[in-house]
């Protein structure tokens, strides 16, 4: 249960509109829609995934998949 309460980060190199649009069908396909943001606007891009019962390396095998950098953040 505690697992649904813990947010995942990671660092990414998703910067803009275009490339949430690009990841999104991917992520969506992982996580669930509305499950996940990125800060575009914060220098280090990072992913916040709600993640149920998702693991960090599901999540970062989707974005790999979209073309984008993505790794465990602090």
């Given amino acids: 249960m505690e697992n649904n309460s813990k947010k995942l980060r ?6 803009c509109g275009g490339c ?8 969506d396909s992982v996580v669930g829609d509305g499950r996940w943001e990125v800060d575009t606007a914060g220098k ?7 993640p149920g019962q998702i693991t960090p390396e599901e ?3 989707a974005v ?3 073309g984008f950098r993505i790794e465990l953040s602090d």
């Fill in 10 to 15: 990671f660092r990414t190199n998703i910067n």
């Fill in 20 to 27: 949430v649009a690009t990841v999104k069908p991917h992520l």
């Fill in 44 to 50: 280090d891009k990072i992913l916040t995934v709600h």
């Fill in 59 to 61: 999540v970062m095998d």
């Fill in 64 to 66: 790999q998949k979209a």
